[in-house]
């Protein structure tokens, strides 16, 4: 009966942490950022400013992102530690995606929400194609909270995370 319930517990805790987003970036030098990553980098952002490197840790990987901006908009380009892409988000308001997937994700709020406001939001590419990954603050029945939201380029639902902040990520004044 111990075991079951040891086993239970593990499981549970398990989805609870796959459901919350935690990381921690770190800023780093161009000399501990994979040199493919840098390469890519150079191919195809040519005249890139302001890039910032960072090594993000979280529950389950170690990636690398550098911060640019490019074209005049801003870009987070994600990679895997051995300097493979793993997608690409560029800076969007939600006014620009377009109005056929902008209803679906609206429904999708008000049918989970009180209130909500969006205060990030991204056009991802990746090989999985065009995604919105958009963080909103929510309250629903049982308060506030922060959430990444993944949609596919239709407005589809694919996947929610809760957003934990660390307290040293804010501020008290």
Known sequence: MRVLFCLFSCLFL????????????????????PSLALDYLDKHF?????????????????????????????YSVEFFSNGQLMDIEKLINFRDIPSFAKEKITQHWKEHFQKYKITRCQEQTSDKGLRYEIE?????????????????????FIQKREILLRTTDMTLY
């Open 14 to 33: 398990f989805n609870t942490l796959s459901a919350q987003k935690v990381e921690r970036e770190k800023r780093v030098d161009s000399s501990e950022f």
């Open 136 to 156: 909103v603050n929510g309250k629903d029945k049982e308060g506030r909270a922060l959430y990444e939201y993944l949609f596919d380029e239709k407005g589809a």
């Open 46 to 74: 040519e005249g890139r400013r302001k890039v910032k490197l960072y090594q993000e840790t979280s529950t389950d990987s170690i990636t690398y992102e550098a911060k640019l901006k490019w074209n005049k908009s801003r």
